[in-house]
Antibody, heavy 125, light 107 residues
């Protein structure tokens, strides 16, 4: 079955960087994009970006441009999110998710059909 | 950027009730709308994609409808396992925004 297993919780300081990893299994790693979504405590969800594991192409939210990097390691079948210049507002659970592409009524879109368990990142001095 | 507005932000209902949650886009998004369910401490779960297509394994009591700017998620007969938060999600154009969420609570 499809699973996405994420790395463990991180506690870090303002100004530092953090990495969260995501290891999908149960399907061909390069066949589906992987997205990252975060959720601050008590808040809604926020899309950060996604990567095509096949060729490494990424699409990133402009809100995080310059601070976020998404990479993949095809030999390890792993996707990594790195967020730099952390501030307290970056405290959140970071989820990876598999991207399902759909075509309906002539429109192509994406949905997140399988999710990791989440990585809690706490930014505190 | 497109904004997604959900209403209500919370509602109380009983088992067996019919429940409808709405989501409005700030401009037309055709059928580019997904719905997710999230329970406390868990990741979201995809229920509906492309506005009205039921994700595999999701019970048929969940129905999505709408196009353009106005969308709805209806639960035909609320079950105990449906008490959760629900999020709409625009899925065709960056920054792929989510709605603010609707929490369905037990009356």
């Amino acid at each position: 079955q499809v699973q996405l297993v994420q790395s463990g919780a991180e506690v870090t300081k303002p100004g530092a960087s953090v990495k969260a990893s995501c290891k999908p299994s149960g399907y061909t790693f390069t066949a589906y994009w992987i997205g990252w979504v975060r959720q601050a405590p008590g808040q809604s969800l926020e899309w950060m970006g996604w990567i095509n594991p096949g060729n490494g192409d990424t699409m990133l939210s402009q809100k995080f441009q310059g601070r976020v990097t998404i990479t993949r390691d095809t030999s390890a079948s792993t996707v990594t999110l790195e967020l730099n210049s952390l501030r307290s507002e970056d405290t959140a659970v970071y989820y990876c998710a598999r991207v399902k592409r759909w075509l309906q009524l002539g429109q192509i879109g994406e949905a997140l059909d399988h999710w990791g368990q989440g990585t809690l990142v706490t930014v505190s001095s | 950027d497109i904004q997604m507005t959900q209403s209500p932000s919370s509602l109380s209902a009983s088992v067996g009730d019919r429940v409808t949650i709405t989501c409005r886009a700030s401009q037309s998004i055709r059928n580019c709308l997904n719905w997710y369910q999230q329970k406390p401490g868990k990741p979201p779960k995809l229920l509906i994609y492309a506005a009205s297509s039921l994700q595999s394994g999701v019970p048929s009591r969940f129905t999505g409808s709408g196009s353009g700017t106005d969308f709805a998620l209806t639960i035909s007969s609320l079950q105990s396992e449906d008490f959760a938060s629900y999020y709409c999600h625009h899925s065709c154009r960056s920054p792929f925004p989510f709605g603010g969420g609707t929490t369905v609570e037990i009356k």
